[in-house]
């Protein structure tokens, strides 16, 4: 009986060591993407923000908007901290043709704001995750 129950508490702690899945590869690499777009808005580099955003990015808002659009962020102060809270694949979005999507949600801590969420979504065009559409709330 102590036999059985030491093998059940070792079989418990493996169990538990391990991780319960890896994530998506896709999810792993539009998470990637769309931190390093945000560092680009984080440095103030607005314009490669844009440049490297999709061309459907691009034919929506022009870079002066973008650039207009950005200036609401500026009252939230610096990024102090930023972390992953939800990623979702998809393969349609309402107002997009059928593609392969990804809605990334950050939670933020800014130098004026504790604690914001910030949306990126991408598309996946070609091989690369390309930034269409970002939101702070």
Do not use: C
Request: proline share 2%.
């Amino acid at each position: 009986m102590r036999r059985q129950l030491i093998l059940a508490v070792a079989a418990l702690a493996v169990a538990i060591a391990l991780p319960v899945r890896a994530q998506d590869a896709l999810a792993t690499e539009a998470q990637d993407a769309a931190r390093t777009w945000l560092a680009l808005i984080d440095k103030g580099e607005t314009l490669s923000s844009y440049m490297t955003a999709s061309d459907r990015f691009r034919a929506a808002v022009s870079a002066d908007n973008w650039a207009t659009a950005l200036q609401s962020r500026a009252p939230l102060g610096t990024v102090q901290q930023r972390a992953v809270q939800s990623t979702r694949l998809m393969k349609s979005i309402n107002g997009l043709p059928d593609g392969q999507y990804a809605i990334v949600v950050f939670r933020t801590a800014f130098t004026r704001r504790e604690v914001a969420i910030e949306t990126v979504t991408l598309e996946l065009a070609g091989a690369r995750w390309r930034v269409v559409g970002y939101h702070v709330a």
